[in-house]
């Protein structure tokens, strides 16, 4: 008999070599390698899902899936998924479960689904929320849930004997959001990232939405609503590949990269995978104006093609939970996003869910002016960790409604 999980995140790639298990590491370095490894991951898996859709628009979130693969790997007794796993993600996960327990601090305040009042969620700040539901027929170890309890701060709770739903694991607060499940799992495991920020100081607030246009992947030319920041100093850059800004809000800030003229979308990614700190490394204060099209993403991933293209395919045959009396098989992953970025700030969120079976002006310099007028990449990341929160491609502008 064979346990069936499922998973769902609410809210890629060249496979990066294995380090030799008896590579020494820098000391104090546990916490920032888990961000870089999440960086990469990110990088990769977004241009994974780029390829496999190159002219739509493409967002990932891929903090989400580092807690689920930091969990699986940590209490997995195969050594090929552990393997895979860290090819991915590039470290070790064994020993940095440490490194985990810091990233959730970063984030401790109270569960987002708290804060819901319908469909909006009030307040400001980055959460994290993760539930692990399931069927209580003896076949989970208890080792196994303490880890990802105690470790990876999955909030856990049995069933009984029938069949979790998406309402055990909280995944039907946004039904707009939350991948859907097909329900013949024994065990239901969800992960969100939400952001809700506005611009730290008057970063758009001044400027008046006016008529521009932004040429899509197919090159043809539409009218779009923009808004064009206040004159002020940001990190900005351009060299022959592209060109870039980070603009700060209170609790995150965004990166935005155009590619240089003559350099393609894909270019740019092959470029910024192969670099994990591309465009960030180049950064560097300077005045300018930024001319933006407000839009929104809303987008629902299924994550296992992309994930097994990139190497991993040992979670979905099977888990191999240490201690578990029966296969434990991943069979779906999935991930819903709704991300909004306007004159206001940055509102995002992103769930994943899983389901598996048993068994002012400073410097001289010339002030830049970037307008985004056609497609960009963009890099959402958290303030106080600098963990990548969200990573996506705009070829296509769709306008923010209220909701």
């Not at 060249?14 to 390698?33: C, E, I, K, T, W």
């Not at 960030?280 to 987008?299: E, K, N, Q, S, W």
Request: net charge positive; glycine share 8%.
């Amino acid at each position: 008999m064979t346990l069936r999980v499922a998973a769902v995140l609410l809210a890629c790639v060249a496979v990066l070599p294995v380090q030799p298990r008896a590579q020494r590491r820098v000391p104090g370095d546990v916490f920032p390698s888990l961000v870089r490894a999440n960086e990469r991951f990110g990088r990769t898996l977004l241009r994974q899902m780029h390829t496999s859709a190159p002219t739509g628009n493409t967002v990932v979130a891929p903090l989400s899936v580092t807690l689920l693969a930091g969990a699986f790997a940590f209490t997995t007794s195969a050594e090929p998924l552990r393997r895979q796993f860290e090819a991915v993600f590039g470290w070790n996960w064994a020993p940095h479960q440490v490194a985990v327990k810091m990233l959730r601090q970063a984030f401790a305040v109270p569960a987002p689904t708290r804060y819901f009042d319908g469909a909006r969620l009030a307040g400001e700040g980055v959460w994290l929320s993760n539930q692990l539901a399931y069927r209580d027929s003896g076949v989970l170890p208890a080792d196994f849930l303490t880890t990802v309890r105690d470790g990876f701060g999955f909030e856990t709770s049995a069933v009984g004997g029938r069949r979790p739903s998406a309402a055990d694991i909280g995944a039907d607060g946004r039904p707009s959001l939350a991948p859907r499940l097909d329900g013949a799992n024994d065990v239901a495991v969800r992960s969100g990232v939400y952001v809700r920020t506005t611009w730290a100081g008057n970063t758009f607030s001044t400027g008046n939405p006016r008529q521009g246009t932004f040429t899509n992947a197919a090159g043809v030319q539409a009218p779009v609503t923009v808004v064009e920041s206040e004159a002020a100093t940001y990190r900005y850059a351009k060299t022959d590949v592209f060109e870039a800004v980070a603009l700060q809000a209170w609790h995150a800030y965004i990166v935005f990269a155009l590619p240089s003229p003559g350099t393609t979308m894909a270019s740019l990614l092959d470029a910024i995978v192969m670099s994990p700190t591309a465009i960030d490394a180049d950064l560097a204060p300077r005045g300018g104006t930024v001319t933006m099209p407000p839009f929104r993403l809303r987008v629902e991933n299924d994550l296992r093609p992309p994930l097994e293209a990139l190497g991993v395919r040992a979670p979905f045959q099977n888990l191999a939970i240490r201690g578990a009396r029966q296969p434990v098989i991943l069979r779906e992953l999935r991930q819903g996003i709704d991300l909004r970025v306007d004159r206001s700030g940055i509102r995002a969120d992103a769930e994943t869910v899983g389901g598996g079976i048993y068994g002012g002006l400073e410097g001289a310099s010339e002030p830049f002016r970037m307008v985004l007028d056609r497609p960009f990449v963009f890099f959402i990341r958290d303030e106080i960790s600098n963990s990548l929160l969200f990573a996506g491609v705009v070829n296509e502008v769709v306008a923010p409604t209220r909701d």
